[in-house]
C-alpha cells in the first residue's frame, strides 16, 4: 500500500444519507467531505441539499464520483 492510501485525507470515509426520499450511503475521502461541507456552509446550504443537487445534475455517473469533480469544478483555485 502507498503512503499516500493512509495519510488521514485520503481514508475513505462512508456517509448515510435520504436523497429524493430514498436512503444511500457514499464513500469519499476525508478531504472532499471537508470541502464539500465548506461549500454548503459558504452557499447556507445543508450537505444533504447540496447531495441532492448534484445527483439531480448527474446524468448517470457515479454519485461518489460526480461528488468529487463538483467539488473540484466549485473549490477556489
Do not use: C
Not at 485525507?9 to 444511500?24: M, Y
Request: avoid cysteine; charged fraction near 25%.
Amino acid at each position: 500500500m502507498s503512503a499516500e492510501a493512509t495519510t488521514p485525507h485520503a481514508a475513505i470515509v462512508k456517509r448515510s444519507l435520504t436523497i429524493a426520499g430514498h436512503r444511500t450511503s457514499v464513500s469519499l475521502e476525508d478531504a472532499f467531505w471537508r470541502r464539500l461541507k465548506a461549500l454548503a456552509v459558504a452557499r447556507r446550504r445543508s450537505v444533504g441539499a447540496m447531495i441532492a443537487e448534484i445527483d439531480a445534475a448527474r446524468d448517470g455517473a457515479n454519485l461518489s464520483s460526480a461528488i468529487r469533480v463538483y467539488v473540484l469544478e466549485n473549490s477556489p483555485q
